[in-house]
């Protein structure tokens, strides 16, 4: 499982390395579904990420927090990025203070980055809760890269309708937007991956055959979920992960996901989420 | 002005360019780290703990935010002897920058079979550091709790490595001294500390405990004062040199460990949060030297007015 560092966007003989900036807030405001969104002045990053790629904000909060978190990208437009977060910890809550032209503390772009599908693939997106803006910034890159629309399926799942994120966004895409709640309050009724489920299904009851391509992020019990459902269809499956992170660059060991190894004599071995990651093949992980 | 103030210093026979190190644990094998700086400005890069044979490390969850420290079980994760020597020696070896290996073993003979496989890379390792200390297995830390063990440990690999041995303790023990004395009475070269303290957490929504191995090792800021407390007490109780380890954020605390007697320190959890914070400690300790118009170490180590 090699890195991809950013690949595509850079000169061959000068590779992107992740560096430390102080980048400057340009907006950061309520979005739909509680969420919020931060658009950071990052020149760096923004014309050289990658969809999956994520940065490590240091937020520091009155009374504590020594680590950065990381935060996925939601896209890069010019010399700014945009970040999607909810606020659940005292982190992310702390975060929403922050106004224009206050700075904060960046090391980004960290992590690879998605494989491409095949160029006529079923594409399914499914995020679950905030898992959205990995896969968001997917569907913007593959349509950017002049893959059809019709054939990109987004699966957005929330508790209810009130806290799907970005559903309005990811319409105007262009692409197919499917809102999963599961108190049935809008779109299909269940988790996300009901959803995912249904359109697999009809895919095989199709009679014409057609790869599908799946992506997904979102809680690990979901992801556990979509990677049964991935091998019960036999269809390629990558998942963006999430995990406490101390330092999102590689070198404290601490976001480790098992995963498949043969190169062991356990048959695993534990996997950096941050450097190998967040992106990986759903059928390495072992869940447990 | 500034070229004027020397950092270096001396361990058995071994210059190093300034007292900053990398703790091991906390910079890998050196290659993520070089993305953000030259290594070969730091005084030592140590790596994470080598093994005789791989070791997959613990299941997670490994790590978890206490207030402003943090708790770790990784399990010794790492590439074993051979693979390091293979893989991670050549990339080191390029990189002109002191290197300490640290290494651990269920037993005496584990140890001593790491230090002769790294005697054939002697020439590019500037020392090997015991990690006698780790609280997140069950071999390692007995060596740091038994001043017999220890002292057997360090006679034993002194006889067969030939590069200087530094000996890494633990701070989980009744009195730190007297395995620092063991240490250096059995030919320890150094004596580094701390290692982490034993620490626990629980998720009170799962009454789970927050890491797989149930308890881990506390680091950072809040342990710094507890470290100081046992360097000044081990300086005060050894003459080969002391490395304080623990809880270092900037420059200020690398000159509180000097006074109470550490003639080097290494940078850990903070590389975590800053992959640069020991570049930035090297020019702000120098800073700090020109303004108090100090022109070596020798006059801050053990200058504690206690």
């Not at chain 1, 980004?108 to 491409?116: D, V």
């Not at chain 1, 060991?253 to 990651?277: I, L, P, Q, W």
């Not at chain 2, 070269?189 to 191995?213: C, Q």
Request: aromatic share 8%; charged share 20%; with cysteine.
């Amino acid at each position: 499982m090699e890195r991809r560092r950013c690949p595509g966007k850079k000169a061959p003989d000068s590779p992107y390395m992740p560096d430390i900036y102080r980048l400057r807030i340009i907006s950061n405001s309520e979005a739909a579904g509680d969420a919020y969104l931060l658009t950071l002045h990052a020149p760096q990053i923004a014309r050289s990420c990658q969809p999956g790629n994520f940065v490590q904000l240091k937020i520091d909060f009155p009374g504590g927090g020594l680590w950065r978190r990381p935060f996925s990208i939601l896209d890069s437009d010019g010399d700014n990025i945009r970040i999607l977060y909810k606020a659940l910890g005292r982190g992310t809550s702390y975060l929403t203070c922050f106004t224009p032209d206050m700075e904060l503390n960046a090391i980004g772009a960290l992590g690879n980055s998605f494989s491409e599908p095949g160029r006529l693939d079923s594409i399914v997106l499914a995020g679950g809760g905030i898992g959205v803006p990995p896969l968001y910034f997917l569907a913007k890159d593959l349509l950017d890269k002049g893959y059809l629309p019709e054939n990109i399926h987004f699966f957005n799942g929330a508790a209810d309708a009130g806290a799907l994120v970005f559903l309005d966004e990811i319409a105007d895409l262009g692409v197919s937007t499917y809102a999963v709640t599961e108190d049935g309050s809008m779109g299909i009724k269940g988790f996300v991956t009901e959803g995912v489920m249904q359109f697999l299904m009809g895919v095989k009851k199709t009679p014409v055959k057609k790869d599908t391509s799946l992506y997904a992020c979102g809680p690990n019990p979901m992801l556990h979920v979509v990677s049964k459902l991935a091998e019960e269809y036999d269809i390629n499956c990558q998942l963006a992960l999430e995990s406490l992170m101390p330092c999102g660059f590689g070198i404290c060991m601490g976001c480790a996901v098992k995963v498949r190894d043969k190169n062991t004599t356990e048959g695993y071995s534990f996997r950096r989420v941050c450097h190998e990651g967040p992106i990986f093949n759903a059928r390495d992980i072992i869940w447990e | 002005m500034m070229e004027k103030i020397d950092l270096s210093l001396e361990i058995a026979g071994k210059e190093f360019k300034n007292p900053i190190w990398l703790a091991s644990g906390t910079c890998g094998y050196g290659e993520e780290l070089a993305d953000f700086f030259k290594l070969d400005q730091i005084g030592a890069i140590v790596t994470k703990t080598i093994t005789k044979e791989p070791r997959p490390g613990h299941p997670p969850p490994r790590v978890f935010e206490t207030g402003y420290g943090m708790l770790n079980a990784i399990g010794l994760q790492n590439v074993g002897v051979d693979e390091f020597i293979e893989s991670k020696l050549p990339f080191l070896e390029k990189q002109n920058a002191n290197l300490i290996v640290n290494i651990a073993g269920r037993s005496v003979e584990e140890y001593c079979s790491v230090c002769e496989k790294l005697n054939d890379a002697s020439q590019i390792i500037s020392a090997i550091e015991l990690n006698m200390s780790c609280p997140n297995v069950t071999d390692g830390l007995e060596f740091s709790k038994n001043p017999k063990l220890a002292e057997e440990l360090i006679k034993r690999t002194k006889s067969v490595a030939t590069c200087p041995i530094i000996a890494k303790l633990s701070p989980n023990v009744a009195d730190i001294s007297e395995i620092a004395v063991a240490s250096e009475q059995a030919g320890a070269d150094a004596i580094s500390l701390i290692n982490t303290l034993v620490g626990m957490a629980v998720d009170i929504e799962t009454f789970k405990p927050r890491l797989s191995n149930v308890t881990g090792g506390l680091s950072g800021p809040p342990i710094k004062p507890v470290a100081i407390a046992m360097v000044y007490k081990v300086y005060n109780s050894v003459s080969v040199p002391v490395i304080g380890i623990g809880g270092i954020m900037d420059y200020r605390d690398v000159i509180e460990f000097m006074l109470c007697g550490a003639s080097a320190v290494q940078i850990g959890t903070a590389n975590f949060i800053n992959p640069r914070i020991s570049i930035e400690i090297i020019e702000s300790l120098k800073r700090w030297m020109e303004s108090r118009d100090y022109r070596s170490l020798n006059d801050i180590v053990g200058k504690v007015r206690a």
